[in-house]
C-alpha cells in the first residue's frame, strides 16, 4: 500500500462524510435531481473507490492473483460487488431507471470493504481521526442551524431547496441520513473507538445526543437511548472485573452527574427538543404510510411480485394510497419496483456482507450493528439511491479493529541460518553419539550443561 493511495483514501473519506447532494449542487454537479446528464448522478467518492481498487490491482503486479485472493479472503464483499454488475447489466437492458443507486448504494460500500481490507491498524489511525473529526462539525453545524434557525445547506432536489422542514441538515444533506449516521455513531463511540482518551468519548457522546435532538430523527434517538443502558452496564462491569477504578476518574463522575443534569435541563429550557416532541405528537403521517404501505401489495399476484409489477400501476397506488414520502421500508419498496427475486438476492447478499465484515469485531459492535439493522429498515434507505453504507463501513472498520489473540501460537518451522551457525561452532560433546546411561552412571552424575544440551526442553 503506497503513501500516496493512502493520502488519496484519507482525501476520499473526507470527501464521502463532508460533500453532500446540496454541496455537489452548488459546485455544478446536479447529484441528487432528475435531470442532468448521467455521469452526475454517481458520487465521486463511489468513482475514487472503484479507481482506488483498480489502481490498488495493478500495483500488485499481479492483478489476476490479487482478484482471485479477493475472492477467496472477503467472498461476500467480492459477491456484492458482481451482484452490482449482473443488476447495472439487467437495468441497461431492459432500459429501467436506478443504475446509479444499485452502483452507488451497493457496489461503493463492496468497493470500499475491498479496499479498506488491505489497511493495516495503523493505515486506518487517519481515517478514524477525519471520522471523528468530520463528525464533530456535523454536530456543531447541527447546532448553529438550530440555534440561528437557517440551515446553511438545504436539500435539493434539481436545485429546488426544500425549506418546509426546518429541522437541521448539517453536512449530510438531510435531517434523517444526519439523525441514522449519528445513532450509529454515538453506540459506536460507547462501544468501540478504543483510541480516544475517556474524557474526550463522553463530551462526543453528549455532542452527539445534542445533535440527534436537532436533527429529530424519532427512530435513531429512540434506538440510541434504548442501547445506551446496555453500554453502561457493560463498561461498568467490565471496569469492576478489572479490579482497577481511578479515585480521580470515580469523582470526577460523581461531580459530573448533577453538572449533566442541569446541562439538559438548560437545553430542555431552551426549546431544542420541541421540534423534537413535536414530531412525536404529529409525524406528517409517516407513521401510517408503515402501515399502509402493505396495502399496495394486495393487488398484484405472487408472480408479479417475483418478477416485479408494472412500474406505472405502482405508481399509481402509490398516489392513491397517498404515500407521497414514499414506501418507508427498502425491502417492501424493492419488492414493489425490482421483484421478489431481486429483493431477496440483495438481502441475502448484504447480511452476508455485513456479516464478514463485522466478524472478529467483539461483543460491542452487536449494539451499532442492531442500531444499523432498525434504522435501514425504518426508510427507503437502501433501495433508492444513497452512500449510507459506505459510512458504516467506515465506522465500523475504523472503531472496531478486529481483535487479536493474546498468544500466537508458534509455528514449526526449520531452523534458522544463525542458529545452524551457532551449533557448529558448539563442542565436540555435542555432535558425538549420547552416552547410554550405563555409562553415564558409571562416570558420575552428568553435569549440567550435558543435561541442558540432551535434553528435549
Given at each position: 500500500m503506497?503513501?500516496?493511495?493512502?493520502?488519496?483514501?484519507?482525501?476520499?473519506?473526507?470527501?464521502?462524510?463532508?460533500?453532500s447532494?446540496?454541496?455537489?449542487w452548488h459546485?455544478?454537479?446536479?447529484y441528487?435531481?432528475?435531470?442532468?446528464g448521467?455521469?452526475t448522478k454517481?458520487?465521486?467518492?463511489?468513482?475514487f473507490?472503484?479507481?482506488a481498487?483498480?489502481?490498488?490491482?495493478?500495483q500488485t503486479?499481479?492483478?489476476?492473483t490479487?482478484?482471485?485472493?479477493?475472492?477467496?479472503?472477503?467472498?461476500?464483499?467480492?459477491?456484492l460487488?458482481?451482484?452490482?454488475?449482473?443488476?447495472v447489466?439487467?437495468?441497461?437492458?431492459?432500459?429501467?431507471p436506478?443504475?446509479?443507486?444499485?452502483?452507488?448504494?451497493?457496489g461503493g460500500p463492496?468497493?470500499?470493504a475491498?479496499?479498506?481490507?488491505?489497511f493495516?491498524e495503523?493505515?486506518?489511525?487517519?481515517l478514524s481521526?477525519a471520522?471523528h473529526?468530520?463528525m464533530?462539525?456535523?454536530?456543531?453545524?447541527?447546532l448553529?442551524?438550530?440555534?440561528?434557525?437557517?440551515?446553511?445547506?438545504?436539500?435539493?432536489?434539481?436545485?429546488?431547496a426544500?425549506?418546509?422542514?426546518?429541522?437541521?441538515?448539517?453536512?449530510?444533506?438531510?435531517?434523517?441520513i444526519n439523525?441514522?449516521?449519528t445513532?450509529?455513531?454515538?453506540?459506536s463511540?460507547?462501544?468501540?473507538?478504543?483510541?480516544?482518551?475517556?474524557?474526550l468519548?463522553?463530551?462526543?457522546?453528549?455532542?452527539?445526543?445534542?445533535?440527534?435532538?436537532?436533527?429529530?430523527g424519532r427512530?435513531?434517538?429512540?434506538?440510541?437511548?434504548?442501547l445506551?443502558?446496555?453500554?453502561?452496564l457493560?463498561?461498568?462491569?467490565?471496569t469492576?472485573k478489572?479490579g482497577?477504578?481511578?479515585?480521580?476518574?470515580?469523582a470526577?463522575?460523581?461531580?459530573a452527574?448533577p453538572?449533566?443534569?442541569?446541562t439538559?435541563?438548560a437545553a430542555?429550557?431552551?426549546?431544542i427538543?420541541?421540534?423534537?416532541?413535536?414530531?412525536?405528537?404529529?409525524?406528517?403521517?409517516?407513521?401510517?404510510?408503515?402501515?399502509?404501505?402493505?396495502?399496495?401489495l394486495?393487488?398484484?399476484?405472487?408472480?408479479?411480485l417475483i418478477?416485479?409489477?408494472?412500474?406505472?400501476?405502482?405508481e399509481?397506488?402509490?398516489?392513491?394510497?397517498?404515500?407521497?414520502q414514499?414506501?418507508e421500508?427498502?425491502?417492501v419498496?424493492?419488492?414493489?419496483?425490482?421483484g421478489?427475486?431481486v429483493?431477496?438476492?440483495?438481502?441475502?447478499?448484504?447480511?452476508?456482507?455485513?456479516r464478514?465484515?463485522?466478524r472478529?469485531?467483539g461483543?460491542?459492535?452487536?449494539?451499532?450493528?442492531?442500531?444499523?439493522?432498525?434504522l435501514?429498515?425504518?426508510?427507503?434507505?437502501?433501495?433508492?439511491?444513497?452512500?449510507?453504507?459506505?459510512?458504516?463501513?467506515?465506522?465500523?472498520?475504523?472503531?472496531?479493529p478486529?481483535?487479536?489473540?493474546?498468544?500466537?501460537?508458534?509455528?514449526a518451522?526449520?531452523?534458522s541460518?544463525?542458529?545452524?551457525?551457532?551449533?557448529s561452532v558448539?563442542?565436540?560433546?555435542?555432535?558425538?553419539?549420547?552416552?547410554?546411561?550405563?555409562?553415564q552412571?558409571a562416570q558420575g552424575?552428568?553435569?549440567l550443561?550435558?543435561?541442558s544440551r540432551?535434553?528435549?526442553?
Amino acid at each position: 500500500m503506497t503513501s500516496a493511495l493512502k493520502t488519496a483514501t484519507l482525501v476520499g473519506v473526507v470527501v464521502l462524510l463532508s460533500v453532500s447532494g446540496g454541496l455537489l449542487w452548488h459546485l455544478g454537479y446536479n447529484y441528487d435531481g432528475l435531470t442532468g446528464g448521467p455521469v452526475t448522478k454517481i458520487h465521486p467518492f463511489t468513482y475514487f473507490l472503484f479507481a482506488a481498487l483498480i489502481w490498488r490491482a495493478l500495483q500488485t503486479g499481479a492483478p489476476a492473483t490479487y482478484v482471485a485472493r479477493k475472492f477467496a479472503m472477503r467472498p461476500a464483499a467480492s459477491w456484492l460487488l458482481m451482484l452490482t454488475m449482473l443488476l447495472v447489466a439487467a437495468t441497461l437492458i431492459r432500459s429501467g431507471p436506478g443504475m446509479a443507486g444499485l452502483v452507488d448504494t451497493f457496489g461503493g460500500p463492496a468497493a470500499f470493504a475491498l479496499l479498506l481490507d488491505d489497511f493495516s491498524e495503523a493505515d486506518l489511525v487517519p481515517l478514524s481521526r477525519a471520522l471523528h473529526v468530520v463528525m464533530t462539525i456535523n454536530a456543531l453545524m447541527a447546532l448553529g442551524e438550530f440555534a440561528g434557525h437557517t440551515l446553511i445547506l438545504p436539500y435539493r432536489l434539481d436545485g429546488v431547496a426544500h425549506l418546509e422542514d426546518t429541522r437541521s441538515t448539517a453536512l449530510q444533506g438531510h435531517p434523517l441520513i444526519n439523525a441514522a449516521l449519528t445513532g450509529v455513531y454515538v453506540l459506536s463511540l460507547m462501544g468501540g473507538a478504543k483510541g480516544l482518551k475517556p474524557w474526550l468519548r463522553a463530551g462526543l457522546i453528549l455532542l452527539q445526543f445534542a445533535a440527534l435532538a436537532v436533527f429529530g430523527g424519532r427512530t435513531a434517538i429512540v434506538v440510541s437511548l434504548a442501547l445506551t443502558p446496555m453500554f453502561a452496564l457493560y463498561n461498568g462491569f467490565a471496569t469492576l472485573k478489572r479490579g482497577r477504578i481511578s479515585l480521580l476518574g470515580a469523582a470526577t463522575f460523581c461531580a459530573a452527574l448533577p453538572l449533566l443534569a442541569l446541562t439538559v435541563m438548560a437545553a430542555l429550557a431552551s426549546g431544542i427538543a420541541d421540534t423534537l416532541l413535536m414530531r412525536f405528537v404529529d409525524d406528517s403521517g409517516s407513521a401510517a404510510t408503515r402501515v399502509i404501505m402493505f396495502e399496495m401489495l394486495k393487488p398484484f399476484t405472487i408472480p408479479e411480485l417475483i418478477v416485479g409489477p408494472d412500474i406505472e400501476q405502482v405508481e399509481s397506488l402509490r398516489r392513491h394510497f397517498g404515500l407521497e414520502q414514499g414506501v418507508e421500508n427498502p425491502f417492501v419498496r424493492m419488492t414493489l419496483y425490482q421483484g421478489g427475486f431481486v429483493m431477496a438476492l440483495v438481502f441475502g447478499s448484504l447480511v452476508w456482507f455485513f456479516r464478514e465484515l463485522l466478524r472478529g469485531r467483539g461483543l460491542r459492535v452487536i449494539g451499532p450493528a442492531v442500531a444499523m439493522a432498525v434504522l435501514l429498515n425504518a426508510s427507503e434507505s437502501i433501495s433508492v439511491k444513497t452512500n449510507f453504507l459506505d459510512k458504516l463501513v467506515l465506522i465500523f472498520v475504523c472503531l472496531f479493529p478486529h481483535l487479536r489473540a493474546a498468544v500466537t501460537p508458534q509455528r514449526a518451522s526449520s531452523p534458522s541460518a544463525p542458529r545452524i551457525a551457532g551449533s557448529s561452532v558448539r563442542s565436540a560433546s555435542s555432535i558425538r553419539p549420547m552416552l547410554s546411561n550405563r555409562h553415564q552412571n558409571a562416570q558420575g552424575k552428568p553435569k549440567l550443561s550435558a543435561l541442558s544440551r540432551t535434553s528435549f526442553r
